[in-house]
């Protein structure tokens, strides 16, 4: 008991790897290395903010070679509302080959014979899916995962998209949507722990009533759902340009609140080039 210091916490935190989204100021407000293992970490924003974009880009990142910056791992992404697209995974995948082929072939040659392997079809490979319609099927799931794991098998992501709809839509009293949200989310986060992988959730908004004041916008799920998660980014478009986003922390397991900005095209999320 009490074998462990603020210091060895510290060094064990620096050490977590991590995925990375291909946006550089947004990997470093959410962690050292992007998004990390043995956190939850909750995309959030309303339709078209690039919450699917930036799961779809973390299954592909997830599965990197490590000597480009990867965990070489497979994903799981379980599907509540339809909408995943293999069609686009698969088009974000072919652009990340190309992306790397590029700076093996310019910068870093003597990987060639590492990346050669690394192939849109064996990214489309290493995702694996499955359609969770109600909470039964949310637990059989990770009854699953759990199996996987103890065989060996090399998962180091969870992506549960969207997971707001589907504890709003299957569970309508307040407590027990309370109690199995933070069921689900500890057994998921103590597996995650155990065999190193990420967790990641996204989240709708609603309409909060604030009593006489005006009402406002709000993640879905309410506050002990927020309390729970480790890393909330909110998601949005710019306005000012078609295909720019701002991402905003508003729950920082590593750094303190601030906003970047990225971009979505047919490559993927991408950084934005400071001018």
Do not use: W
């Not at 590029?102 to 899916?129: C, D, H, W």
């Not at 998921?188 to 065999?195: P, V």
């Amino acid at each position: 008991m009490f074998t462990k210091t603020c210091a060895d916490m510290l060094q064990q935190e620096a050490r977590l790897p991590g995925i990375i989204t291909f946006c550089k100021d947004l990997d470093h407000a959410i962690g050292h290395s992007g998004v990390s293992v043995g956190l939850i970490t909750e995309f959030c924003g309303p339709p078209g903010s690039g919450k699917t974009q930036m799961c779809l880009q973390l299954c592909v990142n997830a599965n990197l070679p490590p000597e480009l910056g990867g965990l070489g791992g497979k994903s799981l992404y379980l599907d509540t509302n339809f909408g995943f697209s293999p069609d686009r995974l698969r088009e974000i995948a072919t652009a990340c080959v190309q992306h790397c082929q590029r700076i093996v072939r310019t910068s870093r040659p003597q990987l060639a014979e590492v990346t050669s392997k690394f192939t849109a079809e064996s990214i489309m490979e290493s995702v694996l899916y499955n359609h969770v319609h109600v909470c039964n099927d949310l637990t059989k799931s990770i009854d699953t995962l759990e199996r996987l794991l103890k065989l060996g098998e090399k998962i180091r992501l969870v992506v549960i998209d969207s997971y707001s709809f589907l504890i709003r839509c299957n569970i309508e009293n307040t407590l027990e949507r309370i109690r199995i949200d933070h069921t689900v989310l500890n057994r998921l986060q103590i597996l995650a722990q155990q065999f190193k992988f990420a967790i990641v959730l996204t989240n709708d908004v609603t309409t909060k009533l604030n009593g006489t004041e005006p009402s406002t916008i709000a993640p879905a799920l309410g506050d002990s759902h927020g309390h729970r998660v480790n890393q909330r980014i909110v998601l949005g478009q710019t306005g000012s340009e078609p295909g720019m986003f701002v991402a905003s922390v508003e729950k920082g397991f590593h750094r303190p609140r601030m906003a970047v900005k990225f971009q979505i095209s047919s490559a993927g999320v991408r950084g934005v080039r400071k001018k």
